[in-house]
């Protein structure tokens, strides 16, 4: 039932040899006409100080791509900083790019420390464009109603049918260590399109017994309820649980979360036409990323219906044998981005390492 219509290349650096230039994280909207615009993170390294968001557009449903891909925008700061951003298209058809401006003040350091997994101090930042990303507004500072201190970028906006915007995150420690709030999935809640982001909403947390939720995906279900997915990082012992869910039949609360059966990690999700559930993830058992259909009924009880593979790569994940910032740098694919296409399939972009260089590759996956 799960069937890979085609796949290929979204971007690569082809000359290695002359410059350093990996790429992570792409998110990918649909702007109508077969026209794709993607957006992804370019750098020397995964937590280099050159580390930007571009974007690459394509006009034939995502078969080829821009050769040259697009800054977003010029960091004009007073400090050294990188960012990253991921995108999101409205309702009334404007684009919303939100994500964080890291501090770099720590030139000889990474995003995080390596003693303690905290990240460097950060702002989360709003971006805005009404012709679709040919241009955008200055970056408006987000102020979060809880205290991270840091913050996961790991969603895009998720704009409700009511026109509630969310934005799936988790809370993180500072460089210090410093986390008051525990590190736990949210998601930031903003009632006035963004202008104000005064609520959130606890989605998963289990700090407590030293189990980190991550990266997490969230959709909204035709019956309204919330569905959300997240990578379960056993921190005491360095290794991933599996891939846990959690719904929310309100909108302001989430049930306990609960495991989904998929050896996972990193996970995303998005609604097929039947309202089954397409969820693409990093398979912690076997190689590669791995597609799976799946439904979850009225009860809230989730059932897998079928996997097939979509990329197979070298073995990758969480070991537990060095610190988890090394394993995480170390990760050999990633961060899947769902889009639903004219025709019906799925886009999937993903990042991965093939021939030592990270770039950013696509599947169409069709299912029925």
């Known amino acids: 039932m799960i069937q890979i219509d085609s796949s290929g290349v979204l971007f690569r650096n082809h000359k290695p040899y002359l410059r350093a230039a990996h790429a992570w994280h792409p998110t990918v909207i649909n702007l109508g006409g077969r026209r794709l615009l993607a957006s992804f993170d370019i750098g020397q390294a995964v937590e280099s100080l050159d580390y930007r968001t571009y974007l690459l557009q394509s006009t034939d449903s995502g078969k080829t791509w821009g050769a040259e891909p697009a800054r977003v925008f010029d960091e004009k700061t007073a400090f050294p900083a990188s960012h990253t951003l991921r995108l999101t298209r409205l309702s009334d058809g404007s ?18 420390n390596r003693q303690n997994m905290g990240f460097v101090p950060m702002d989360l930042i709003l971006l805005r464009s009404g012709d679709e990303g040919q241009s955008w507004t200055a970056p408006q500072t987000v102020q979060p109603s809880i205290v ?16 509630t915007w969310l934005w799936p995150t988790s809370t993180w420690r500072g460089w210090d260590g410093d986390c008051p709030n525990g590190m736990k999935a949210v998601a930031l809640v903003s009632r006035d399109r963004g202008k104000s982001w005064s609520e959130h909403i606890d989605v998963m947390d289990d700090y407590a017994n030293g189990v980190i939720h991550l990266e997490q995906s969230l959709i909204e279900l035709p ?16 290794v991933s649980r599996k891939v846990q869910f959690a719904i929310s039949r309100n909108g302001r609360t989430f049930e ?41 009924d009225d009860a809230g009880n989730w059932t897998t219906i079928e996997q097939q593979p979509v990329w197979q790569g070298a073995a990758t994940g969480m070991r537990g044998n060095r610190t988890a910032s090394d394993e995480l740098g170390e990760l050999k694919v990633g961060y899947p981005t769902l889009c639903r296409l004219d025709d019906g399939t799925v886009l999937v972009a993903f990042w991965c390492c093939e021939e030592n260089v990270f770039h950013i590759r696509w599947a169409k996956i069709r299912y029925g």
């Open 95 to 112: 684009l919303a790019a939100m994500g964080a401006r890291f501090h770099r003040d720590r030139t000889e350091e990474g995003l995080t």
């Open 148 to 163: 991270g201190p840091a913050f996961e970028v790991c969603h895009s906006i998720v704009e409700l049918r009511d026109g």
């Open 223 to 238: 019956d309204s309820r919330l569905l959300a997915v997240a990578w379960a990082f056993d921190e005491k012992n360095g």
């Open 256 to 296: 306990p979360a609960r495991s989904t059966g998929l050896h996972g990690e990193t996970s995303k999700i998005i609604r097929l036409k039947d309202d089954n559930i397409l969820c693409i993830y990093r398979r912690s058992d076997k190689p590669g990323l791995w597609a799976a259909a799946a439904r979850v």
